[in-house]
């Protein structure tokens, strides 16, 4: 199961579902790595680069790891000064690069440079999974910020710094705010049905005495270690926390290291640093990360003084319908109004 895999949607404003669903009448090859593709209708084409970037992660960075990358940009971008705001799109748990595909094309057609990544131990990205690690996923994306930051099609705020918004459903949400809280030259963030605290979400207390003595969720907890694991005990992920995983699923209760290691890896850690506009995109069908998740993050955000929208919808972990329409135009005016400075939309809903 690819956990928010199925809630990719394109994360473009309301009215431009059809042009994009009338996409890929030309794909024109324009060099090694490189396709050109533009709709039927006439939309702005897409440039999309598929390729490799190295990055050095682990605690000491000294492991190296080979990230699948593809960087999609609108057509006249880095020419004659065309640079662009860039957004950057992370998937979803045991997905990959392609899960966010469809959004990444979109919002390049809306005039973004989008980077989209397969996620150390995913797909064809090397290493191993080590779940949003500070040392791991979060050093690897703060040196894909480094690497649009070098593109000449994306704007830049100052040397190195570019403007750029970052976005993703589930693991690619938290993996969002994460970066958001290690790395300031983040403008804009949109992550979706993710986790504030990943040790209470798999280990919840309503008695107020924390994981140590929760209720283990042990369905999601071996969703998330199996489909990482490749039909293999420890499959891609890092050794120490297989074992870890290992030992809970034996008692059924978490060891304090458990707890500590989930717990660094989740933005409730960091949220004190969290200090950029934020909109926050929650689902009412959501046993895994449910509701108050979004309310504990948004708290913390709005406490730096940093702007905050939470937006709640009827899908999420657990099925329901996706509202795609909806939060296509909610998400993409938010990074409009952001990165773009474009007056912000009055939108109604029933």
Known sequence: ???GG??????HRTGRAARWSAAGAALLIAGAGALWGITADGAPRVRVVEQRVTVMDGPDDDRRVSLDVSFYTPEGAGTDGGKVPAIMLAHGFGGTKREVA???RALAEDG???LTWSAR???ASTGEIALNSPDYEVKDARQLVDWLAARPEVRLDGPGDPRLGMAGPSYGGAITLLTAAYDDRIDAIAPRITWHDLADALFPDASGEGPAN????KLWAGLFFTSGSGGTACGRFLPSLCEMFQEVAETGRPTDEAIETLRRNSPAAVADRIDVPALI???QSDSLFPLSHADATARAIARNGAPVSVVWYRGGHDGGPEETERLRGLVGDFFDARLRGARPKCRASR
């Open 1 to 3: 199961m690819r956990l």
């Open 6 to 11: 199925r809630l990719g949607e394109r994360l």
């Open 102 to 104: 469809g959004d990444a």
């Open 112 to 114: 973004y440079a989008v």
């Open 121 to 123: 131990g995913f797909g």
């Open 214 to 217: 929760g209720v283990y969720k």
């Open 281 to 283: 995109v929650q689902g």
